[in-house]
């Protein structure tokens, strides 16, 4: 462990005598004798502090024996191992890791990690979002000093924690706890709209009359729950369109219907931004001027699922002077989602689900004006938001192959283990609570299968061809066409070989190419090592137990050990969601399932099974079964989440008798590849889906509901 500069350094008064007393009371303890009796800010022990500032500045803190015994707690809820839980012991374990984070001896996940294990064994999260709120204005105000910076920081962490977006108000109470003016700050200008309507929404419509829509959306868009900022917009849209409406006589010609709104839209401010005014769309009229014939080309374009969707506003569209993509969710791994916008509509590029915090992409108005929603592939974090677009949205969504059917797989297990967690399940405010089955059916019933290489137009004036993106069965890149302006939008994709796929070809000369940068600056993948690791340890033991991703990654795994012969002389099982998925995108090979009455693993048995990481499922199941037998084996593959049980068997945090074989795969191109085929593009190169942080020369990388406007 380093050794930090510990405790760190602040400029808030009350939190400087917090620490001042830790390193005296730490000076009392390492000299053998008693911390005096006491209460710490959050009604805990004395010693809590202490514990976690004699570890940061590398002491031994056994004589603190009360921290000591909620430290032991404290590491079986890492592992997940702990099996009695009281709201007083959560908090407790929450507290003492709150101290560390300070200090330097946990990390954000780790204290992530802990708040949705939280969520997870307590049903009375009351106590637990009251410590919660005080411990974020805690942690922020170690950095930050005036309650505008320290407002700001906490409604990054609720955020970042997947935690309810409480109101601005509930933070004044702690803030006087803390000597922080929260208050005066809530009570200024800024925050006048989103105090008085998160208090009082149903007066919402009344509390906007007098503002224009951009002057009430900015004073909503920090902190106004998203779905108030939908009921704005329908509130608001509701009068532009009547007003526009009477504008409009039943002759009009489109071209000078859109004019005419387009004039509206500019006086009543019916826009996001200073650059554009919000999409234009007759068909939304309650009566529109008559729409012109849809030329035969065009027609044959349009899939004929959505023929019927897509008419009238082909019909009323005018050629597009300016595109915009907004990045929703886009920028990080975890919840995809971009917009297309042209002047009269768009499409949706993913919309993704974060497993983290169940985050979804971020909510702009564009978001209820788009015409369809393409899907590069089926994974969480590209289409677990579905659901809750379609509560409101009646289009249709499309990808290609087997990603619909997988879709519904997904949607579906997500249901089953409980997503979203309560309180956010149930907080009508919150768009995550429309993660529901009714909406799932939905998903279900509006998808259009798309085929590679075949051209189709899914927008007005918007012409799409999906292209194999080889990162799993039915991934698809996107070449959108509007006006000429050619994007390409790569998905997640592969450029490296794999037992799977040859690598993806994409095109390099596109205007803008908008791509998944998850491996970029990172090290590349050996596939033959893999092999190699499977051939070794595989023949040295058994039971093998091969915890991997349902989706793409056991498919691989199943292909390979056929390749390299292990079918042949082992008992090859997949099992579980893994192989409901296997069987649906159509891959097979001389693997068995696992019969049903199957409890125990056999010497001779390997073990495909989905829950990559290890958090639930058979691959854990299995794991417990066979931990201390030292013939078994586990081998992960990929990516490990922060503190997942499978993420603390590689980093030594799971006692286990049995081998433990890393082999380090991922359907992304390795970092190699991906630099050789992003320099090849021709056109501006746009890097989203990226854990990476610096200044990449001549690409860019967005920020949330960061825009690029650009003409036509
Ligand atoms: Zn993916």
Known sequence: MTILKNPPKTKHKMIQQ?????ESDLKLALKGKQIPKGEGIFGESREFIVFELAKALNQNAESLETAQQVNDRLMLMFRDAKEDFSVEGMIQAMTLCLHGFVFGNYSEEDFRFLYRYSLRYIRKQAPIEKWLRKAVVYLVAVNNESAKDILAEVRYWIQFLGAPLFMPSMFSEVGNELGIDIQAEIDGEEFRLVDAITRHPQYLKEAVQDMTFLESFEGLKEWGPDAIQLQLLKVKKKNVYERAQDKIDSGMSVNDSVK?????FEKEKFRTNKQTVLPIRLQELSSPPPGEAVDPVIFELIPQKLRMDLLPSVAYSTKTKKIEIIFLGGPRIGRSGIIIKTDTGGILLDFGMSVANHRIPEWVPEL???DTVLISHSHLDHVGGLPIL????????CSVGPTGGVTKILLDDALKIGTPFPPRKHDKHDLISRFNESNVQKVTKNHVRLEYGKSNEVGPGIVVTP????HIPGSAAYLIDIE???ILYTGDFNMDKSALFPGANLPTDADYVIFDGTYWAREDFDRSKVREQF???IADHGPVIIPSFAVGRSQEILIMLDEIGITKNRNVMVTGMAERVTKMVGVTGSWQSMKKNRIHLEESDVLVAGGGMMSGGLARHHFNEQRNNPKAAVMPCGYMAPRTPGWNLLHGYEPHECTVEYARLSAHSSATNLETYIK???????????????????IMIPKYKERIVIPT
Not at 390 to 397: A, L, Q, T, Y
Not at 467 to 470: M, Q, S, W
């Open 18 to 22: 917090i620490f001042a007393q830790a």
């Open 260 to 264: 005419v709104m387009k004039k509206v």
């Open 368 to 370: 209820e004006m788009i």
């Open 390 to 397: 379609f509560e409101e949205f009646s289009g249709k969504w």
């Open 467 to 470: 292209i194999d993106a080889c």
């Open 484 to 486: 000429g302006v050619k």
């Open 535 to 537: 051939s070794k340890t």
């Open 680 to 698: 090849s593009c021709k056109g501006k190169r746009i890097m989203v889906h990226t854990p990476y942080f610096a200044q990449a020369k001549g």
